[in-house]
């Protein structure tokens, strides 16, 4: 089969894997499609030092199984798996039997199960079948925006988000445009999103969304903005963007408000300084969100299929998988266009 594999700075190639006989515990996929992620951009800019598979916002069809793997039984309340079913594939999965997962921490499973053969810019993935969800009548492009969608889940459920608060969502990509809405539907009376101008398309479906405000961070000073739309502080903030915006979070947060945080930056901008006695006196909680082992597969399939997150809105670029490495490189540059860029690979 063919995959796609990735090294710092930019450089892509296309290698033809072979794959080993399934485990009685696996199922192989045929990758319909993919997404491409800010990680996959990370990846190919800096992480990568050396040549890596790469994607894993996945969906596809069931087209080989184990001998182990659970059949579909008539009757059975969970459904099992069969050659054929359309699945989203998951990025890491719990084990369920290391001592997290037996406490019910489910969340700090420390021996993950990951994609046992290359990423998903590939034709074919081999993973443990527990690592897939069936994605009932989705189509494949929104199937694999369930990946993305179980890390705004992540976020939202962390932040724990009070019936009619005050929030706001720092970046508006992808994940915080979804985080964004679900902050709504959570019951929030206010939702404040903040990023750069130039994201004219994300701006765009932030307005679609129905979002309070949008704040442009290069155009206005964020705490001026804010001590004039929030005087009393902001109950909640969810940051999606680099960590130095941390220390603006707390700024902005009233007296025993919650952060949470999923952002990443190398280089240096990994490191932040924050004022541990305004942390104290206001009272404030920062919660990391890793979101790894994915969770909440059935809300985000869910929430695709009733179009409270609505595909059509998120996905705004469609390449075809010879060109993965247009695709990934068009994300990383042309922001202002896109929302989500995504790889058919039929």
Not at 160 to 187: S, Y
Not at 231 to 239: E, I, K, Y
Request: hydrophobic residues 40%; negative net charge.
């Amino acid at each position: 089969m063919k995959a796609f594999y990735t090294k710092a700075s930019m450089e892509f190639e296309q290698r033809d894997v072979g794959l080993d006989p399934l485990a009685p515990d696996e199922v192989l996929v045929k990758v319909r499609a993919c997404g491409v992620c800010g990680w996959d951009v990370l990846v190919a800019q800096t992480v990568a030092q050396d040549w890596s598979p790469i994607g894993h916002e996945l969906s596809g069809d069931i087209v080989e199984v184990g001998s182990a793997v659970p059949g579909l039984q008539v009757g059975t309340p969970v459904p099992g798996l069969q050659v054929g079913t359309p699945v989203v594939v998951e990025n890491s999965t719990l084990c369920g039997v290391c001592d997290q997962c037996k406490r019910g921490n489910v969340a700090h499973c420390v021996t993950l199960d990951h994609h046992r053969s290359p990423g998903g810019f590939a034709e074919l993935i081999k993973v443990r079948y527990t690592s897939v969800f069936p994605m009932a009548e989705l189509d494949y492009r929104a199937g694999a925006l369930a990946e993305p969608l179980t890390v705004a889940i992540d976020m939202v459920e962390m932040a724990e988000i009070p019936l009619a608060g005050h929030v706001a969502v720092f970046g508006p990509g992808p994940i915080g445009l979804m985080i964004a809405k679900l902050a709504l539907v959570k019951g929030a009376s206010r939702v404040y999103l903040t990023g750069h101008a130039h994201s004219h398309k994300r701006w765009e479906v932030a307005e679609a969304l129905g979002v309070t405000d949008c704040v442009f961070i290069d155009r206005q000073d964020l705490s001026s903005y804010f001590e004039k739309a929030e005087p009393q502080g902001l109950d909640r903030v969810l940051v999606t963007s680099p960590p130095a915006t941390i220390a603006d979070a707390m700024k902005l947060c009233r007296f025993g408000g919650i952060i949470t945080y999923n952002g990443i930056k190398f280089g240096g901008g990994e490191r932040i300084v924050l004022d541990g006695n305004d942390f104290h006196f206001k009272r404030l909680q920062l919660r990391g969100v890793h979101s790894i082992p994915n969770l909440g597969w059935p809300q985000a399939v869910e929430l695709l299929r009733n179009k409270t997150i609505d595909p059509d809105l998120f996905i705004s670029h469609t390449f075809p998988f010879e060109q993965v490495p247009d695709a990934v490189r068009f994300a990383a540059t042309a922001r202002s266009e896109t929302v989500k860029v995504m790889v058919e690979v039929g």
